[in-house]
């Protein structure tokens, strides 16, 4: 570690609060290490609390509990699966474990996520090959809750299930109802980066009893009921640990406060930036939603602006503040060459033009203060 790294600003680093320690010591002197036990219960509870869901299964990752919801959905070799193209790899990744394809479908311009207009000409395209998507994997990013109501709506109209990626969305809402609780199921993510992190973790949340039984049997390898190690299904290693949803239910009691800073965050951002010729901040609450601003980005438009995001990235690295790229389009991935993309200019767009700002909950003014001087100081320059 460089002497400097002890100042540096990260973009999102975790947050830890008081009591997680707590949880850990309690689990560690009762012997609770493994199994499960009483704190990965606990953990559940106070996600089901928050989001007003049913059952909760906490997992490994986000990554694990994408995987698992779409089995739960039916999903299987062969099958088509509906999917942003602007969003994290491992919203898409579960879909290739299973054997199926992904269908990419562009965002829309505030919000950024799924596009209503270009998911309806993907479904319309479908139908008329008598193909109907297996499901959709519906994603607020950045903490920005999707265009619902109208999503929703071309997803019924269809019968096409969905799986709702809050993985950067726990604590926000739409219409006063917590994200995650829209879809069939909805997972959440904790992993070091996210809002809230057990430093690796995720969840499942759904209403289906038998749906949440079925998650955690094969979330532990998918033992049938015998005395002996019997397997009728595929199964896998995918429980999180006692310990880490130790640290899970310190990070829950924090939630609201967490929200409530990030959001500070944005309003800073805003007022010390957004006037600058050529800067968009972003991305935009839709009509009925609130976002938990996990990270605020910033847009620079070309035409206005003598510099580039990545020139403003690097100038940021020389005073020592961790920026990044927006989320690289999928359908613009090697991996997703030959996939294929209802739209995308929109999303490319994004990619070219923005850059995501340090929005850790644990930033003070004094560090907010020098990224906006920082990005002040370089618009003004040129570079
Ligand atoms: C972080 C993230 C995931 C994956 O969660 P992990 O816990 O890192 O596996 C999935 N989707 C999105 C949109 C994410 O940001």
């Given at each position: 570690m460089r002497s400097q790294d002890y100042d540096r600003l990260y973009l999102s680093p975790p947050h830890l609060g008081r009591h997680e320690l707590n949880y850990l010591h309690k689990a560690i002197e009762d012997n609770w290490?493994?199994?499960?036990g009483p704190n990965l219960d606990g953990f559940e509870r106070d996600i089901c609390e928050f989001t007003g869901a049913q059952h909760c299964v906490a997992l490994t990752s986000g990554t694990a509990a994408i995987h698992l919801g779409l089995r739960l959905l039916g999903?299987?070799?062969g099958d088509e699966v509906l999917c942003p193209?602007?969003?994290?790899v491992a919203t898409a990744n579960p879909i290739l474990y299973l054997g199926a394809t992904p269908v990419f479908i562009d965002s829309e311009?505030?919000?950024?996520?799924?596009c209503p207009e270009r998911l309806r000409e993907a479904l319309e395209e479908r139908q008329r090959q008598g193909r109907r998507p297996k499901a959709l994997i519906l994603v607020h990013l950045y903490g920005m809750p999707a265009r619902l109501r109208e999503v929703l709506a071309v997803a019924a109209e269809f019968g096409v299930p969905v799986l709702e990626d809050a993985a950067e969305a726990l604590g926000a809402r739409y219409e006063g109802q917590p994200l995650g609780?829209?879809?069939e199921v909805g997972l959440f993510s904790f992993n070091g980066?996210?809002?809230?992190?057990?430093s690796g973790g995720g969840a499942i949340v759904t209403n289906n009893a038998a749906w949440a039984q079925k998650a955690r049997f094969w979330a532990t390898?998918?033992?049938?009921?015998?005395?002996?190690?019997?397997?009728?299904e595929l199964g896998y290693n995918y429980r999180l640990s006692n310990l880490l949803a130790g640290i899970g239910r310190g990070q829950m009691e924090l939630l609201e406060d967490r929200v409530k800073k990030r959001r500070e965050i944005f309003a800073w951002y805003t007022k010390y930036?957004?006037?600058?010729?050529g800067v968009t901040l972003g991305p935009t609450e839709p009509t009925g939603g609130r976002s938990n601003r996990w990270l605020t980005c910033l847009l620079l438009n070309p035409a206005e602006t003598t510099i580039s995001p990545e020139q403003l990235r690097q100038h940021l690295e020389t005073r020592n503040i961790e920026s990044r790229p927006l989320w690289k389009p999928l359908h613009l991935q090697p991996l997703f060459a030959t996939t294929p993309c209802f739209g995308g200019n929109i999303c490319e767009e994004l990619f070219n033009q923005g850059l995501c700002l340090?929005?850790?909950?644990?930033?003070?003014e004094a560090d907010l203060r020098r990224v906006t001087d920082t990005i002040q100081d370089a618009l003004r320059n040129g570079n």
């Open positions: 290490v493994a199994p499960a999903v299987g070799p193209s602007f969003t994290f311009a505030e919000t950024w996520n799924i609780t829209f879809g980066n996210k809002i809230l992190t057990t390898q998918a033992k049938d009921d015998a005395p002996y190690y019997q397997h009728s930036l957004a006037h600058l010729p340090p929005s850790g909950s644990a930033m003070t």
